[in-house]
């Protein structure tokens, strides 16, 4: 893929700059894990996320929000898939969203992303995920979300993380149990899925329970046994 390339997936350490866009230079950013390599979309990207969201769309879409009749489908919409990248730019160089996408061995399978990210007195952002459905129960999105941890605790330097999950997506659920990551409750009617308002359990993780665990999340998901 577009730029999947320039670091080898293996390394231990993120790789972050960012320049503002009045420089002409949009932010890069690259995070490694062992088996994979997240990084922000770009426009040359669209073939490739479009034939996955497309291959996915009755798998993916029940656990989604619903999307407008009147806005275009960035899946089959080469415009409109670029002015999510436009978007997605923005939010990142605002500091307030980081959307990723999840390569392995270079090419596309999902996305990892930090959303609302709330600084001040919470110092707090929520994660999200999908993954190609070929893909799945590799344990790679449990190494993005790791990947991710690492991010947003050591370089950006927030407090806690939550990730929100319907009570029947069981698929979602056992990446949490994989990252060990606490349980706090369950939210009712807490966001509209699908057309539906659906509850969801809140899991949080804390920049302590990083610090504690941080040694045994490398070891398993972000250092190379190779």
Known sequence: ?????????????????????AGSQIATLRLQGNRIMMRPLVPSDHAAWSEVRLRNGEWLSVWEPKRSDYIADPATDYQAFERRCVA???????????????????????????NNVVRGAMQTGTVGYWIDRKQAGNGYVAEGVAVLSRFAFEELKLHRIEVCIIPRNVNSKKVMEKLKFRLEGLAERFLEINGVWEDH????????????RKAAITQQWLVSKT
């Not at 893929?1 to 866009?21: C, D, E, L, Q, Y």
């Open 88 to 114: 997605r730019d923005r939010e990142r160089l605002a500091g307030t969203s980081y959307t990723l996408g999840l390569f392995i061995e270079n090419t596309f399978a999902g996305e990892v992303n930090l």
């Open 201 to 212: 359990l809140r899991y949080g993780f804390t920049i302590e329970e990083w610090q504690d």
């Open 1 to 21: 893929m577009s730029g999947a390339s320039r670091n080898t997936v293996g390394s231990a350490s993120p790789i972050f700059s960012s320049k503002h866009p």
